[in-house]
């Protein structure tokens, strides 16, 4: 049974008020209340939020589309586009200081960088910058996940597939990213409105 890092839903309710995407360097985590959980219970009690490094990758003011396949294993996001790369944070994925208490930054990126390592074959990445957090309860894959935005650039435009799940689109203006209005994923959706 795969375990995956958790919030408790209180502590991101005390510093986020709306639904969207919240553009902000504020740290809204409390490490002390950082759980592991069994996936399977999680995805569907709203006590937790699941913390999920959602990774846009740009180049020169593009940014990465993908559309998920029926092949992927959340049926609730097939066929829908993205920007975000990513996924559950992983018990393995933990980093911590050195005395002993998690470096939750560190393992947020570690998570993020295995997803993208797992899901991509991209240039070198030259660098890493945190943007906010999507945060949407307006159904119920958002009333259990909260995510973590960064934006990643990339060094080139070079960027395929690894996995079946992922057909990748291509690298879009924000302007060009509109035009898939309805076939976005409510994140995506969310970060394009916001950028």
């Given at each position: 049974m795969q375990h995956i890092i958790c919030t408790e839903r209180s502590v991101v309710d005390k510093n986020i008020k709306t639904n969207g995407f919240i553009k902000t360097e504020k740290d809204i985590f409390d490490v002390n209340k950082i759980w592991i959980g069994p996936r399977e219970?999680?995805?569907?009690?709203?006590?937790?939020?699941?913390?999920i490094p959602y990774v846009i990758l740009s180049y020169q003011g593009?940014?990465?589309?993908?559309q998920?396949?029926?092949?992927g294993g959340e049926n609730r996001l097939?066929?829908?586009?993205?920007i975000g790369f990513g996924g559950h944070i992983d018990a393995f994925d933990l980093a911590y200081h050195k005395d002993g208490v998690i470096n939750l930054d560190k393992t947020i990126?570690?998570?993020?960088?295995?997803?993208?390592?797992?899901?991509l074959n991209i240039s070198e990445i030259i660098s890493k910058k945190h943007l906010g957090y999507i945060y949407d309860d307006s159904n119920p894959v958002g009333r259990v996940h909260i995510g973590v935005v960064?934006?990643?650039?990339?060094?080139?435009?070079?960027?395929?597939?690894?996995?079946?799940?992922?057909h990748v689109v291509g690298l879009f203006s924000i302007d060009e990213l509109k035009d898939f209005d309805g076939e976005m994923e409510n994140w995506s959706e969310h970060i394009i409105q916001g950028l």
């Open positions: 219970t999680l995805e569907t009690n709203e006590d937790f939020k699941q913390i593009k940014i990465a589309l993908y998920r396949t029926k092949k097939h066929n829908m586009h993205s990126e570690n998570s993020a960088q295995r997803e993208i390592d797992e899901e960064e934006q990643w650039e990339l060094a080139t435009n070079e960027i395929t597939s690894n996995e079946d799940e992922i």
